[in-house]
């Protein structure tokens, strides 16, 4: 198995899918000559010609277009250079393609893939850093999905193009250029769905997704080494979403943590809460959220830092939902005791 980027997997997937179905077009901003604004769509236009091209600066434009051409036989694979830039296109999306099989009555459909980019980087700002997932996943008629690893995002774009539904495959800029890791191409079309297990655990189930994931299984980690044992619940895929894989690790541990980079209030976060509380599933503990806080996003840097999720602030919310404060606050706090008996001896 080649050893393979995030971007360089999304590149490998998009060579793959080229190759394999003639009726594919890749196309958007910079994605044809420069190669992508990240990379990522580098040596398509040499190889796939005119099949692979740049488009004027009109997200309506890109995603209009996409919408006629899968309706009647290609299957395009568009990019929106930020996910922030595809409000600009919301009627292509929310009110065309997600309706062209309702209402054609099932006579038409909209093979089309949109593949973008969310979340915060250093000097992102407000208006390049906002993760929107829970937006489209409010719109019956659209799949969603939101890779972590350099394997996911091969999986999930050549799962996402194969499929006859309109499928909004968000990415994570700080992904594309981190480790490389072995991946397996050419396999099986993978099905569409599904959670996995990434640390088995029996205090507490952590369900997320996208890049909080890594801090998630980081924090899981530090946690472990106190006695705590998180099971870490990813799901990749959010629509459609495996409740009944989360519902099954919430009846063995009792207790619930979701955490996103997305705001908190209206995340997909609270969805997921809502499920398990319906469900009925014996709880030890109300079920957290571990977002970030509803602010827009800074472009200092440092402040940035302090609003996303990290490891740190999930492992001490996480460990506050147990109920079991780390080694070093324990005995802190039983030092704390001490010393008040101290003093109220002395004071005898």
């Known amino acids: 198995m080649p050893e393979l980027s995030y971007g360089d997997a999304v590149n490998a997937a998009l060579h793959r899918l080229m190759e394999e179905l003639p009726q594919t077009l890749v196309y958007g901003e910079d994605v044809g000559v420069p190669g992508g604004v990240f990379g990522v769509t580098r040596g398509l236009r040499g190889r ?21 051409a899968a309706m009647f036989g290609r299957r395009p694979i568009v990019e929106i250079m930020w996910a922030d830039f595809s409000l600009v296109a ?7 393609a997600a309706n062209v099989r309702y209402v054609s009555g099932g006579r038409l ?7 973008t980019q969310q979340g915060n980087a250093p000097g992102a700002c407000a208006q390049h850093s906002q993760c929107l997932e829970a937006l489209f996943l409010h719109v019956p008629g659209l799949r969603v999905c939101m890779p972590s690893t350099p394997q996911d995002a091969y999986d999930l774009l050549v799962t996402a193009v194969h499929c006859d539904d309109p499928v909004l495959v968000i990415e994570n800029r700080t992904l594309y250029f981190g480790g490389k890791e072995p991946v397996e191409t050419g396999g099986p079309v993978r099905s569409m769905g599904g959670a996995r297990t990434r640390r088995p655990g029996s205090d507490v189930t952590v369900v997320t997704w996208g890049a909080m994931t890594g801090q998630v299984l ?8 106190d006695g705590i044992e998180a099971e870490v619940l990813e799901t990749p895929w959010l629509n459609p979403f495996d409740t009944e894989a989360v519902l099954g690790s919430v009846r063995r541990t009792g207790r619930l943590a979701v955490v996103h980079e997305a705001n908190v209030t209206g995340g997909f976060g609270a ?11 014996p709880l030890l503990a109300p079920p957290i959220r571990i977002g970030t806080p509803d602010v827009r996003m800074p472009a200092a840097p440092s402040l940035a830092r302090s609003l996303v ?13 147990v109920g079991k404060p780390s080694a070093q606050t324990a005995a802190g706090q039983e030092a704390a005791r001490h010393a008040a008996a101290g003093q109220g001896a002395a004071g005898r």
Do not use: K
């Not at 919301?90 to 065309?96: A, R």
């Not at 459909?109 to 593949?115: Q, Y």
């Not at 980081?218 to 080494?225: E, F, Q, R, S, V």
């Open 90 to 96: 919301l009627d292509q999306i929310v009110n065309q």
């Open 309 to 321: 999720p990290d490891s740190a602030r999930i492992e001490q919310e996480v460990r506050a939902l």
């Open 109 to 115: 459909s909209a093979p089309l893939t949109i593949r």
């Open 48 to 68: 796939y010609g005119e099949r692979v091209f740049d488009t004027p600066i009109s997200e309506s434009a890109i995603l209009g277009s996409a919408v006629g």
């Open 271 to 281: 969805e997921v809460v809502a499920r398990v509380a319906g469900s009925g599933a």
């Open 218 to 225: 980081a924090a899981a980690g530090a946690l472990a080494g």
